[in-house]
């Protein structure tokens, strides 16, 4: 797919899975990514969060994305995966909303190995 956008199509506005919450909405959103199937899921920031799979299962770096509206042929934002991928929102009260560094927590807090039980 190169020299084309690669394409995350933002779904309908959710609470998790399974709408957890009832009627009440959260701003997350359900994502995919046509022709990346491992690429999708719910999130705030669906296209930063496509871009850290598209980057982590399909080596991808210096492809162009952008996150779509059902129906839609222009992006609503778009940027490299490899810039995307190493972003995340903050939403700090002092400083307002702005993008960060991306921390991956697992590599901060490691799981503890899976103890075998005799």
């Known amino acids: 797919m190169s020299g084309t956008m690669i394409k995350i199509v933002r779904g309908a506005e959710v609470d998790g899975p399974k709408g957890e ?23 705030r920031q669906p296209l930063l969060d496509a871009c850290r799979q598209l980057k982590s299962l399909y080596g991808l770096n210096a492809e162009r994305v952008g996150l779509f509206r059902e129906g839609r042929d222009t992006p609503d934002i778009s940027c490299p995966v490899e810039a995307g991928a190493l972003l995340t929102v903050s939403e700090r009260a002092r400083v307002g909303v702005r993008f960060e560094k991306y921390v991956d927590l697992s590599t901060v807090f490691p799981r503890a190995p899976a103890m075998e039980l005799t």
């Not at 919450?21 to 999130?43: Q, T």
Request: glycine residues 22%.
């Open 21 to 43: 919450a009832g009627g009440r909405r959260h701003g997350i959103w359900a994502y995919h990514a046509p022709g990346y199937p491992l690429v999708c899921g719910y999130s």
